[in-house]
């Protein structure tokens, strides 16, 4: 009993004591009940000695000035003409006591008295909070989107121009500040020039196609017509008709002599060329089909249209071999390709869609444009597409999606893109404009507004389709004022006659 009574006088005096010393400390006293006292110190120490506690064990490589002394901990700082390095240990950054009911460790008993170097290194070895970790993250990714675009990056928010150095090595982090990049100089592209206006619709010219051959090219019209005129003469050889409405998509195999098109009517048709005669109906979209495309490897047909979804056909049977819904308005272009994702769409939904053919599911969707997607182009070389919408013309980086740049400065509803081999991008609008584009860089180098033909109004020009030939040296457009026009590389341009006017100081003054 004697025993007994000791111990429990000695646990209680030690709690007393304990809580004597923590009511000093924050001047609030607390009921001796142990659990809850249990608790409260456990919060105490994770809110105020977490850091410290967690904190992971650093090896310095420390030097210092002159002659060894000692601290007021008993340790001593060694001096650097000794001409060796001590590895510095260091477990703890102040001699406070443990907090009562947790015992020292053998990491934290020892208690040194770091040097000024070593207290930067700590600081910087702390581990950073969720908060900095996820702006460090998107700063690195708006940096990168930055410099590919060529902008300043002194137009970012101030935390992206300096990177912490990584404090795992035998470094002292410090601040470096990073060199602004400046836009990379686009490569120099001769300026294009109309050289032939085509005539012979009746109808606004919405779509236009060059055959695999290189011979001659086919144009659909809201006068219901299909005309195949000749590339080199730019004469008419044949008119096409059947489609009871506003033709919107012309395509030429290159795997058979067949000519699809379709239109406002609903119907996707298939001609063959060698009887000049519709041979296959594709049955099934509910709207007007606004597009369609071919497949290069596989005899797969792909259309859009308004009713919200794109279909996949079975070119010989005619089977609807997938309908891909997912979009809510309606899909204004598609695109195929032999590498996944194989489809991507565009829609007046705003968004665009990258889609696996074999599943017939949606694999990314794409909600960066604000306003209505109207074309999308695939680089003929590279693993890239653009798209075009009023808001912007923005690059992306396929199998994903990942985003590259904006091309901004067309301010215009954008109705169709094509970009050739050398980097040329050509987006043509609704207002008639064209500009043109070096891929790479982004660099607007010309700007083209042709004039309306005699007898059209001057609200008229606008362009529907635009498309480079096989061989990339003309580029034929389809437009409002019921004309097809051709235009090829200036001859005589020198980068001394039509220099880039690009400067990097010019750049640089748009931070702001």
Not at 173 to 198: C, D, E, F, G, N
Not at 476 to 490: N, P, Q, R, S
Request: hydrophobic content about 35%; overall charge positive; aromatic content about 8%.
């Amino acid at each position: 009993e004697v025993q007994k009574h000791s111990v429990h006088t000695l646990v209680f005096r030690s709690l007393k004591r304990t809580h004597d010393m923590f009511v000093a400390d924050n001047a609030k006293p607390i009921p001796l009940d142990e659990e809850s006292h249990k608790v409260k110190m456990a919060v105490k120490l994770r809110t105020e000695y977490g850091s410290v506690l967690h904190m992971p064990t650093l090896k310095e490589n420390l030097r210092e000035k002159g002659s060894s002394t000692g601290d007021p901990y008993g340790h001593k700082q060694y001096s650097g003409n000794q001409g060796q390095e001590l590895d510095y240990v260091v477990t703890g950054t102040h001699p406070y006591p443990s907090g009562p009911g947790v015992a020292l460790t053998a990491d934290t008993k020892v208690q040194r008295m770091p040097s000024e170097s070593a207290a930067q290194s700590l600081a910087v070895a702390l581990p950073a909070s969720q908060s900095r970790l996820d702006a460090n993250r998107t700063a690195a990714g708006v940096g990168d989107i930055y410099r590919h675009a060529g902008m300043s990056e002194r137009s970012q928010p101030s935390g992206m121009s300096v990177a912490m150095v990584e404090a795992g090595g035998n470094k002292n982090s410090a601040l470096m500040p990073k060199k602004a990049p400046t836009m990379p100089k686009p490569q120099w592209h001769p300026p294009w020039k109309l050289y032939r206006v085509i005539s012979g619709h009746l109808g606004w010219v919405r779509c236009i196609a060059v055959e695999p051959g290189n011979q001659w090219f086919v144009t659909g019209s809201a006068d219901r017509t299909i005309k195949i005129w000749d590339l080199a003469s730019g004469k008419l050889k044949l008119s096409l008709t059947g489609h009871i409405s506003t033709v919107r998509g012309v395509i030429v195999s290159a795997r058979s002599p067949y000519l699809f098109s379709c239109g406002e009517d609903k119907q996707v048709k298939c001609w063959d060329l060698e009887y000049n005669k519709v041979i296959r109906h594709y049955h099934g979209h509910l709207s007007a089909v606004y597009g369609l495309d071919l497949h290069p490897t596989i005899d797969v047909l792909v259309t859009c249209s308004r009713d919200s979804t794109a279909r996949i056909w079975d070119v010989r049977t005619k089977a609807s071999v997938h309908t891909l819904s997912g979009h809510t308005n309606a899909v204004a272009t598609v695109k195929c390709q032999a590498a996944e994702p194989q489809i991507i769409t565009g829609s007046h939904d705003t968004t665009i869609r990258l889609w696996d053919l074999v599943a017939g599911k949606t694999r990314v969707t794409l909600t960066n444009h604000k306003k209505s997607v109207r074309a999308v182009v695939l680089h003929p070389r590279h693993y890239t597409f653009a798209s075009g919408s009023p808001d912007n013309i923005k690059q992306w980086k396929f199998p994903d999606g990942n985003f590259i740049q904006n091309l901004s400065g067309h301010n215009a509803i954008i109705n169709t893109l094509a970009v050739n081999s050398d980097g040329v991008l050509v987006s043509g609008a609704d207002n008639g404009t064209m500009h043109l584009w070096d891929w790479r860089t982004g660099y607007n180098f010309q700007r083209v507004h042709a004039a309306v033909q005699p007898g059209s109004l001057d609200s008229e020009s606008g362009i529907f389709a635009c498309v480079f030939d096989q061989s990339e040296s003309r580029l034929l457009t389809a437009e409002a004022d019921k004309t097809i026009k051709v235009y090829k590389e200036d001859d005589t341009a020198t980068e001394e006659t039509h220099p880039v006017s690009w400067k990097p100081e010019i750049i640089k003054r748009k931070r702001f």
